[in-house]
């Protein structure tokens, strides 16, 4: 058994050492262990041991440690749900009727998917790309492609392609697909520091610590936490988050987390970006605008990070990299000439070449990294590897068991067996639950709560790498007003009920909702 175990990890680390020479930080990696290697810090006849120390003294252990965590996280976990893999049928249908709307509304305004931009015109936008709240567009005629509502009908209809349901099964649940899910019990033990009761930042800012030496808990976490940024180990970073994090630490903690540290590689990236954007005319570009002028900019608490948002989401339109990351997760984006280009293999894109078409409300996926980041190349990767890690399954179908699909039915089961008061009372006004929570699901409630609470709530998504969170926070919302639910019978009053998140602690109610007998 031991010989099969070594052998396996023999594989492995073949494996692994292959996949690293094609990663980006390879070559600075290696050059760096060149010139320790030549250096007298390393013995040659003590060579394996004085590299080791060496590698520690000068970081680049924790370099490569984080880099294997990294590269772990990103391979995909195979489920077998063979029942299920006509989903993929819905997937591609959705994917195209998507294009199909797109090209019409291109046909409609007399436009193209994809064009070089006049040199006027990138002269302006190029003066303009820091205020980019004032770029003149009449964007009157756009409107997006499609709406959290729009896709939950489709996810509604997804019994059609189940083989096996029968006619009399409910059409509106989820309950009718073969997925597995967790039960309560289940995420009281994935979630032990919320079920167990400890002391957590975001449950009150004055809880006194119980360690010697400091007044609070948040002094205590701040005090642990720059020693956790100082080590820069991810695998510890993750571990940390759970139990929150101090707004001072959050920004390094997260690109720490998820491998997004800035150095001139990316720096140089991102100006290709720039450049393209300049360059080219997507018809994206105008959903980009629009979207954030229908959202980030009519919102109190983002409207002051318009300009930086634009930057942003218009950069990530363009970057192909995000297409390969997500190989497979996906769909497969057209390929469309850039009108006004000469003919040749340049002259052809994905679109949009990042595969990603926004729908509405897609920019508040971003929208709370500027809290966090004043630079615009540094929130770009955090975001870009927050969206490749998390936000793409929110809204692709697929049966990931972290996918939209499993969140829904998730939040269902949950609901059903821990509030079958409430579950009964929306059966009885014919109210699908889905309907009442959904938006919040899929825009992993951005724009619906306060940013210092949604920070809290993504922390604790990059500390359990999970996005099981969500549907427990809505059950947990939903049980905190039931009693005022109940005094409602139409989905626009329950709606109405529920609307108003600003008074939401998110810890608390999470805490209570696995605590709860």
């Not at 009908?153 to 059409?171: A, I």
């Not at 720096?267 to 450049?275: M, W």
């Not at 595969?355 to 709370?368: C, E, L, R």
Request: aromatic share 10%; glycine share 4%; with cysteine.
């Amino acid at each position: 058994m031991d010989g099969v175990q070594e052998e396996a990890i023999h594989h492995t680390a073949l494996k692994l050492a292959d996949e690293i020479k094609h990663l980006s930080i390879y070559k600075s990696f290696y050059s760096d262990v060149q010139k320790l290697v030549s250096s007298p810090n390393v013995e040659k006849e003590n060579f394996k041991q004085t590299l080791q120390q060496a590698m520690k003294e000068k970081g680049l252990d924790t370099k490569l440690r984080n880099t294997v965590f990294h590269w772990v996280r990103t391979q995909s976990k195979h489920c077998r749900l063979d029942p299920l893999t006509s989903l993929s049928k819905a997937s591609a249908q959705w994917e195209k009727r998507i294009h199909k709307s797109l090209n019409s509304m291109c046909t409609d305004l007399e436009t193209s998917l994809a064009k070089v931009r006049l040199q006027s015109e990138q002269d302006i936008l190029t003066e303009k790309w820091s205020e980019l709240s004032t770029y003149n567009l009449d964007l009157s005629k756009y409107r997006p492609v499609y709406a959290p509502k729009d896709f939950l009908e489709v996810l509604l209809t997804l019994s059609g392609y189940v083989p096996f349901t029968r006619d009399d099964e409910p059409k509106w649940e989820f309950a009718h697909l073969p997925l597995k899910v967790n039960k309560i019990d289940q995420l009281r033990k994935l979630f032990p520091e919320w079920s167990s009761g400890e002391p957590l930042l975001g449950v009150n800012p004055y809880m006194p610590s119980t360690v010697p030496g400091f007044s609070t808990l948040e002094a205590e976490r701040i005090s642990l936490g720059e020693r956790v940024v100082a080590l820069g180990y991810a695998p510890v970073v993750q571990e940390y988050l759970k139990k929150g994090s101090p707004q001072c630490l959050r920004a390094k903690l997260w690109s720490n987390v998820l491998g997004s540290d800035i150095k001139a590689p990316q720096v140089q990236y991102f100006n290709r970006l720039k450049k393209n954007v300049l360059e080219v005319d997507l018809m994206v570009d105008k959903l980009i605008f629009k979207d954030v002028q229908l959202t980030a900019s009519n919102d109190d608490q983002y409207f002051v990070f318009e300009d930086l948002l634009y930057q942003v989401m218009l950069c990530f339109s363009r970057d192909v990299e995000v297409m390969q990351l997500l190989k497979g997760n996906i769909g497969n984006p057209p390929v469309v000439t850039i009108k006004g280009k000469q003919t040749s293999p340049e002259s052809l894109t994905a679109f949009p070449p990042s595969g990603i078409i926004p729908f509405h409300g897609f920019t508040m996926y971003a929208t709370p990294f500027c809290y966090l980041y004043d630079d615009p190349v540094q929130l770009y990767y955090t975001f870009r590897a927050f969206y490749v890690r998390y936000w793409h399954r929110l809204h692709y179908i697929s049966t990931h068991p972290q996918g939209i699909v499993s969140l829904c039915l998730l939040y269902e089961r949950l609901l059903e067996a821990n509030e079958p008061l409430l579950w009964v009372h929306f059966r009885n006004i014919n109210i699908n639950p889905i309907r009442v929570v959904f938006k919040w699901l899929m825009r992993a409630f951005s724009g619906h709560l306060p940013p210092d609470q949604l920070l809290l709530l993504w922390d604790a998504i990059l500390g359990y790498d999970c996005l099981e969170i969500l549907p427990l926070l809505a059950l947990a919302i939903l049980s905190f007003r039931k009693e005022n639910i109940f005094q409602v019978n139409t989905l626009q009053n329950v709606d109405a009920v529920l609307a108003d998140l600003s008074t939401i602690s998110v810890i608390p109610l999470l805490q209570l909702a696995l605590m709860k007998p």
